[in-house]
């Protein structure tokens, strides 16, 4: 799967298993999203501080701003969730719409398999065993579509 430029459109081909695997991640975020339990290093990440010494000015500029940025990530989601399909036309307002949910479901990922700079996926996913492999390969994977995305837009 690669998506490109065609005729003014983006396109990709998805297999069934790539569709539920993105289908399942990104509802995960939205759940994590909808719930939006602050005290989640995930939410954390998703909506950070704007001001990280001061979390008193950070959560009052939070309540006039993180309505409208939950609902700009829920609607990205839809849009993905939306036009996901073994054959896949995207505009490029679409697109950017993938890029963002892409970009959020890897946040959370990284975040819950401890991604930092100096991490080695290859040599995590080799250590790893069970359902951790497989984040480790959804993570992998997601970066790869995201990758292959920005190609095209540019």
Not at 35 to 64: C, K, M, N, T, W
Not at 86 to 102: F, I, N
Not at 107 to 119: M, N, P, S, T
Request: hydrophobic content about 35%; proline content about 3%.
């Amino acid at each position: 799967m690669t998506f490109r430029r065609k005729k003014g459109k983006i396109v990709a081909n998805f297999r069934p298993e790539e569709i539920i695997a993105i289908r399942t991640i990104l509802t995960e975020v939205t759940d994590l999203i909808d719930d939006g339990d602050r005290s989640d290093p995930v939410i954390g990440r998703l909506f950070p501080d704007i001001y990280r010494d001061d979390p008193v000015e950070s959560a009052e500029l939070r309540q006039y701003t993180e309505d409208d940025l939950k609902k700009t990530k829920i609607e990205s989601v839809g849009i993905v969730l939306d036009t996901l399909a073994e054959h896949t036309t995207l505009t490029y307002e679409q697109a950017d719409a993938w890029l963002r949910a892409l970009n959020d479901a890897r946040l959370a990922l990284g975040i819950r398999l401890g991604i930092h700079d100096d991490f080695d996926l290859e040599t995590e996913y080799h250590k790893a065993a069970g359902s951790r492999a497989t984040y480790i390969s959804l993570y992998s994977y997601l970066s790869y579509l995201q990758d292959t995305l920005i190609e095209p837009l540019s």
